[in-house]
């Protein structure tokens, strides 16, 4: 790891390079994963800050996500509703400016307390989830922005809708339920090469017209900034090894 030196707004104050409890922390992290995508985006020619990272903070306490906060991260996601019911609210209060992305399932009895408590729920996945947020939204006046979840590696296992499908079901979602849909996301199968399944997103989100691309975790993020993602989510690299398995 290799700290700053100098007078730019980057140096942490009281940071000896070399410090080993500095290197591991989260300001430090988060700042080499900023740098990373920077370069990224110069290196492939996409403007400054063409990229929003997204802080997985899944499974760690409100401690980290306030490290977080205070190196001037604002943008985070969960992947539980019960979970950052339990974190977020009250950091929300202090920080206005917060945004949560939900980056889990999302079971239909949980859609009232993420409506409620989200800002962006990337994990619309299903026709049944479609209606439940629609009814949710019409109720509660609160309309969180929406990715739709696609299964790119049609996995029969895992959620998203396939490629295939995907345009009708955004035309339903907005034509006949006016959900808020601006973006798509996937989640690529472990055992595959992810670029040609970033390649696959992009292309569709350009197609159908939708400006959020969200893609790109810990080990492939850079991959992802290179094949156009406009959102990377990025938990281990920022708050290093999750203390017990996410769901
Ligand atoms: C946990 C999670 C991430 C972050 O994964 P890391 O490998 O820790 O960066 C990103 N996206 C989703 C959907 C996740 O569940």
Do not use: W
């Amino acid at each position: 790891m290799t700290m700053t030196q100098g007078t730019g707004k980057d140096t942490q104050t009281g940071a000896e390079a070399g410090d080993s409890t500095v290197a591991d922390s989260v300001t430090a992290r988060l700042d080499s994963v900023r740098r990373a995508i920077a370069e990224t985006e110069s290196a492939c020619g996409r403007g400054k800050k063409a990229i929003t990272l997204i802080a997985v903070s899944k499974t760690h306490p409100a401690e980290a996500v306030e490290e977080a906060l205070a190196a001037g991260q604002r943008v985070f996601g969960e992947n539980r509703v019960q979970e950052a019911k339990g974190k977020f609210p009250a950091l929300k209060e202090r920080f206005p400016d917060l945004e949560l992305h939900l980056i889990g399932p999302l079971q239909t009895n949980k859609v009232k307390d993420a409506v409620a408590l989200f800002d962006v729920i990337q994990t619309l996945d299903r026709p049944k989830l479609a209606e439940a947020l629609a009814e949710e939204m019409a109720k509660s006046g609160r309309r969180p922005r929406c990715l739709i979840e696609v299964n790119t590696g049609e996995e029969p296992q895992k959620a998203g809708i396939a490629p295939a499908e995907v345009e009708a079901f955004l035309a339903d979602c907005r034509d006949r339920l006016g959900l808020p849909v601006t973006g798509l996301m996937c989640i690529p199968p472990v055992d595959e090469e992810p670029a040609m399944h970033f390649a696959l997103l992009a292309e569709m989100a350009r197609r159908l017209g939708l400006p959020e691309i969200s893609m790109g975790m810990s080990g492939d993020y850079e991959t992802a900034v290179r094949f156009g993602a406009t959102h990377v989510r990025v938990g281990t690299a920022i708050f290093g090894a999750r203390p017990y398995p996410a769901q």
